[in-house]
């Protein structure tokens, strides 16, 4: 399906691994140029390199950065001073406990999940809507809508940027330029695989019979009962992307696997 991004120009944070790197693949898959971003230049290098042979009617690019820095925020900035897409997906989780999440904490989560993302709109918002098109995506989940209580620091800056989206389609009014959150579920991320290996590491099952069983004893809740694959939402975010979805704005777009059990 041609989802008319070809030479559209888009950033990703976090692009090497993950639900980034599954989302900067769909987009190279219609033909974007994707600008790889990760904090460690070999990392990104070697995505990069990557992209080149799988799609190589597309230039994808290295931006390498420590978005948390706002040094290297600004030699971005200097570098790419103009995309078409940004889906900020970079993010960071664990599991701690309440009375464990001291001020340090909070200060690392805000800055990491909530003020890189804020920053980096606040800087390619005005060149889109003066260009007249552009993407912007947060990268949430249901911990924003539905908090576990597991990880709070966590819950409490994915539910920041629901609302920072719905705050910035205000300034889209009119304008083919869209703010959007696109909130998955329990993912199979490369650290998932890594835990649920460990704790059926002496088991002679298939990954598949594993999942079930973490699933059925961890996530009752979860209506596929299995983990959420990271091209599902690359899929996804390359739809919002396009011209396709120009009646997305401000909207907390779920691929939660039917984690949360209301009806909005």
């Not at 990392?43 to 040094?71: C, I, K, M, W, Y």
């Not at 490369?190 to 460990?198: D, G, H, M, T, Y």
């Not at 069983?213 to 961890?218: P, T």
Request: glycine share 6%.
């Amino acid at each position: 399906m041609d989802m008319g991004l070809k030479n559209k120009t888009a950033l990703v944070t976090g692009s090497t691994r993950g639900i980034g790197k599954a989302i900067a693949l769909e987009l190279a898959r219609e033909g974007v140029h994707v600008l790889i971003n990760g904090r460690n230049n070999d990392g990104v290098e070697r995505t990069v390199a990557e992209f080149q042979a799988a799609f190589p009617e597309t230039e994808p690019r290295n931006a390498t950065a420590d978005l948390v820095d706002s040094r290297q925020r600004e030699a971005l900035f200097a570098k790419f001073p103009h995309v078409d897409i940004l889906v900020n997906s970079m993010g960071i989780y664990e599991i701690i406990s309440y009375d464990d999440v001291d001020d340090a904490v909070w200060e690392k989560y805000f800055r990491t999940n909530f003020l890189a993302a804020n920053d980096l709109t606040k800087f390619y918002l005005p060149s889109m809507l003066s260009r007249e098109y552009g993407r912007i995506i947060f990268i949430a989940s249901e911990e924003a809508v539905m908090p576990s209580g597991q990880m709070p620091q966590y819950a409490v800056t994915k539910s920041m940027l629901l609302s920072l989206s719905k705050s910035l389609s205000k300034l889209t009014r009119g304008a083919e330029v869209t703010v959007n959150t696109i909130l998955p579920g329990p993912t199979l991320s490369e650290n998932v695989l890594q835990i649920i290996e460990s704790i059926y590491s002496n088991e002679e099952m298939t990954f598949e019979a594993k999942e079930r069983d973490f699933m059925a004893k961890n996530l009752p809740q979860s209506e596929i009962q299995r983990f959420i694959r990271p091209v599902e939402i690359g899929r996804l975010t390359a739809f919002i992307c396009s011209p396709m979805a120009s009646a997305f704005k401000g909207s907390p777009i779920r691929i939660d696997g039917g984690m949360v059990p209301t009806i909005f």
